[in-house]
């Protein structure tokens, strides 16, 4: 009976040093989109691209641990924060330098935003124009917040304020700063009717109460988490982390009129065109009504994805009303022509979809962590502070979970319970990304020691199919009206003709028999489009720009 008892022990010991603790823990084939995924753990200067099987596809260096957000732009080039380790900015998520990594990994562009009097922190966006969005944070003394009229028992010495600034590249470490947009120019406050902005906050929610959430030990009194950017409206949604809130501002408007309140699209300068998740910030509400806790990753979801054009939170719990535990969670702006319905406080006043909902046990982020919705209708989540990704269904059924195996001192072995391997955020890129076309993205070993699940695990991307010989030809291009292609040496082969947009999503696709077609092209939008032709198993892809 000692030897039986003793052998159990044995077993059980050994089976817990040998578990699945990082890298790849579960995979669900043929139910996942079909893609990569991108990280940069916190604790590392490496990004990492890996395949659905946890496998590493591609790896970028950097000198800098990040600060936060990183992107891979439709040509290919990484667009990475780094941390640049400014010491006034001395809080989460503090950045200070914005680069730009080839595939090859040369930095071709790296530009910094660090002083004492400010500090580029958390997330950055690209826009379609290759110019590049910044959240910056900017010191006020307390004597300007007092002048403003912020209470002086709600001002520490200094007052961080946030701005936000397009970039326009230049050369290898220069830019040119072409449109900006100050909070500082859009503030009210009901405390000192001597000071400049006195009003009833309650009937100007286009403007934030400089009082609310101030204290007199805390600089970092808004600290914006996130920025997105909708080309079609030509708006920015923010996240403010302190204050529970997101906010949408316009994009339209010169820099002149962005310090004001009139002009743009909407005809209200830089004022909030829009806000929710916590009306007590404007005095319209309760506790009661406070729908967002220390959220992250306000963003739109793309055109040709299920919620098009809604607004996906990850809504982190911080502080919830009934307990702490996060959400996923889509709400739909009511949003008319460039301006959105009035009605206080601003609504929806429920999601339009929402993950772990009322389930503290399931999913606690207390910081960082963001949500993606991908093309099949899943949704890629990452748990910022433990470092797990996990791909749901709609119905929120786990198909794939992955943990982050890299922390402070490097690799976390196997059978290691995982610590420091936080993440600020992970993003999925769909295997006929524009970003991968011309290059090979070969899955090679994982990132951690060992990998049982990784070792049985097999994929079929479409970013693995074999180029064909035969010549191509596309004209003219650029083009306006119509896109003539040739396949004179196809002998009159089937051929599949599929347009993706700068997103990697398929937006038109059509078969030939003939060896050349005419395509129109009016109903396409100007841009940057990836033209796959395909033969049997075989194809090829080509970049046109579409310039009416």
């Not at 732009?73 to 080839?102: H, M, S, V, Y």
């Not at 509400?285 to 739109?300: D, E, I, P, S, Y």
């Not at 470092?387 to 072995?413: A, K």
Request: hydrophobic content about 35%.
């Amino acid at each position: 009976m000692k030897k039986l008892y003793f052998s159990i022990v044995f077993l059980i010991g050994s089976f817990q040093v040998h578990s699945q603790t990082v890298g790849l823990i579960e995979h669900n084939a043929g139910t996942l989109d079909d893609g990569y995924v991108l990280f940069a753990p916190n604790n590392s200067t490496t990004t990492y691209l890996i395949d659905k099987c946890g496998k590493q596809v591609k790896a970028w260096t950097s000198t800098y641990r990040p600060g936060q957000s990183c992107y891979i732009l439709p040509e290919g080039t990484l667009l990475r924060t780094g941390n640049t380790n400014n010491t006034t900015f001395n809080a989460g998520g503090k950045g200070g330098l914005i680069q730009k990594i080839d595939w090859n990994g040369t930095v071709t562009w790296s530009y910094t935003i660090s002083s004492a009097l400010e500090c580029q922190h958390h997330d950055i966006k690209a826009l379609p124009n290759g110019n590049v969005l910044a959240i910056v944070w900017e010191s006020k003394t307390s004597a300007e917040a007092v002048a403003k009229g912020r209470n002086p028992a709600l001002t520490s010495v200094t007052v961080w304020s946030e701005k936000i600034i397009e970039i326009q590249p230049l050369g290898a470490t220069g830019g040119t700063i072409v449109w900006e947009w100050h909070l500082w120019d859009h503030l009210a406050q009901d405390f000192d009717a001597t000071k400049p902005n006195y009003t009833t906050i309650a009937s100007n929610p286009q403007l934030l109460n400089i009082n609310y959430g101030g204290s007199a030990t805390v600089s970092d009194w808004i600290h914006l988490n996130s920025i997105d950017y909708n080309p079609t409206l030509d708006q920015i949604v923010l996240s403010s982390h302190n204050l529970d809130e997101v906010w949408i501002i316009d994009h339209s408007t010169s820099t002149a009129q962005a310090a004001s309140h009139t002009g743009g699209n909407s005809g209200k300068g830089g004022d909030f065109l829009y806000r929710w998740g916590n009306p007590q910030a404007y005095n319209n509400g309760t506790a009661v009504n406070q729908k967002l806790f220390g959220q992250h990753n306000a963003r739109w979801i793309e055109t040709g994805l299920p919620f098009e054009n809604q607004i996906m939170i990850f809504n982190n719990g911080v502080g919830r009303t009934g307990g702490n535990y996060s959400t996923v969670e889509i709400i739909n702006p009511p949003v008319s022509g460039f301006n959105y319905t009035a009605t206080l406080p601003y609504l929806p006043n429920t999601t339009s979809w929402i993950y772990n909902s009322g389930n503290p046990n399931n999913l606690y982020a207390m910081n960082i962590s963001g949500a993606q919705q991908l093309l099949n209708g899943n949704v890629l989540i990452c748990n910022g502070p433990s470092g797990v990704f996990t791909e749901v269904n709609t119905t929120g059924t786990t198909l794939w979970r992955y943990v982050n195996p890299v922390n402070t001192t490097g690799i976390i072995n196997q059978g290691t319970t995982p610590t420091q391997n936080t993440v600020f955020r992970c993003s999925f890129y769909p295997s006929n990304y524009s970003g991968f076309i011309g290059h090979t993205l070969t899955a090679g070993n994982i990132i951690e020691n060992t990998n049982t699940v990784s070792a049985t695990c097999s994929l079929t991307l479409a970013n693995s199919i074999v180029d064909f010989t035969e010549e191509v030809q596309l004209y003219p291009n650029p083009v306006k009206d119509n896109l003539h292609i040739d396949f004179a040496n196809f002998n009159n082969s089937k051929i599949t003709i599929q347009f993706y947009n700068s997103l990697g999503q398929l937006v038109y696709e059509n078969e030939a028999y003939n060896t050349e077609i005419n395509i129109s092209l009016a109903d396409f939008s100007n841009g940057i489009y990836f033209v796959r032709i395909n033969k049997e198993v075989k194809s090829k892809t080509f970049k046109i720009i579409i310039d009416k």
